[in-house]
């Protein structure tokens, strides 16, 4: 398998432009994650999905911030307006069982290569 | 000016020898551990995990401690080597949770 896909890897824009971020998890998981890594905060958690519906987006910043799962292989994170303090690396993670409940395997993350954003 | 950001943890260690990077985790409800490396420029990625019914699980050259008295993680990695320079996340997931919360994160470097 290729692994989970992230694109583009990086992206340089002006505030107040609509950023759009894209991942591919790795097929068979069911768990997809949008993490947001910056030296202020370290990683964070935007939201996740479990078979393509939003279970916990406690973590996304603002109405800025969506995101959305149309199938089983695709996702987005859009951010619309930018603005500069919106530049970080985003990750995009699949699991096949998080919480790794008795007698699961696969509990752990599958992270993309990140997609890194700058806002001027 | 001075920069404002997360103080990660740092650890030198010189080549062939053990490194030992720690971690306090904060929810007693979490049952399920993992530990992560992150190479400059890429995800983080896999190194091993532990379940909360354990204290202790062996890798290769890499060991996880789980003390849940103090609510204590540790990464024991042997005979370290320059490849293992990198970010050490742990990260916990409470019981029936689909979510992970990673801690800050100690920069390992290795010395030839």
């Known amino acids: 398998d290729a692994g989970v896909i992230q694109s583009p890897r990086h992206e340089v824009t002006e505030m107040g432009q609509e950023v759009t971020l894209r991942c591919k998890p790795i097929?068979?998981?069911?768990?997809l994650f949008w993490y947001r890594q910056t030296m202020m905060r370290g990683l964070e958690l935007l939201i996740y999905?479990?078979?393509?519906?939003?279970?916990?987006d406690s973590g996304m910043p603002e109405d800025r911030f969506s995101a959305k799962m149309p199938n089983a292989s695709f996702s987005t994170l859009k951010i619309q307006p930018s603005e500069p303090r919106d530049s970080a690396v985003y990750f995009c993670a699949s699991s096949l069982s998080p919480s790794r409940l008795a007698g699961e395997e696969g509990g752990e993350l599958f992270f993309g290569e990140g997609s890194r954003l700058t806002v001027l | 000016g001075e920069s404002v950001g997360l103080h990660l943890p740092t650890l030198s260690v010189q080549e062939g020898d053990n490194s030992i990077i720690n971690c306090a985790y904060s929810?007693?409800?979490?049952?399920?551990f993992i530990w992560y490396k992150q190479e400059s420029g890429k995800g983080p990625q896999f190194i091993i995990d532990?379940?909360?019914?354990?204290d202790k699980r062996q890798g290769q050259r890499v060991t996880v401690l789980l003390n849940k008295t103090v609510k204590h993680l540790s990464l024991q990695i042997a005979a370290t080597q320059p490849g293992d320079s990198a970010v050490y996340f742990c990260?916990?997931?409470?019981?029936?949770?689909?979510?992970?919360?990673f801690g800050d994160g100690t920069t390992l470097t290795v010395k030839p």
């Open positions: 999905f479990n078979n393509n519906v939003p279970i916990d």
């Open positions: 097929s068979g998981h069911d768990y």
């Open positions: 532990i379940r909360s019914n354990m």
């Open positions: 990260a916990e997931n409470p019981i029936h949770a689909g979510k992970s919360t």
């Open positions: 929810n007693s409800a979490s049952d399920y």
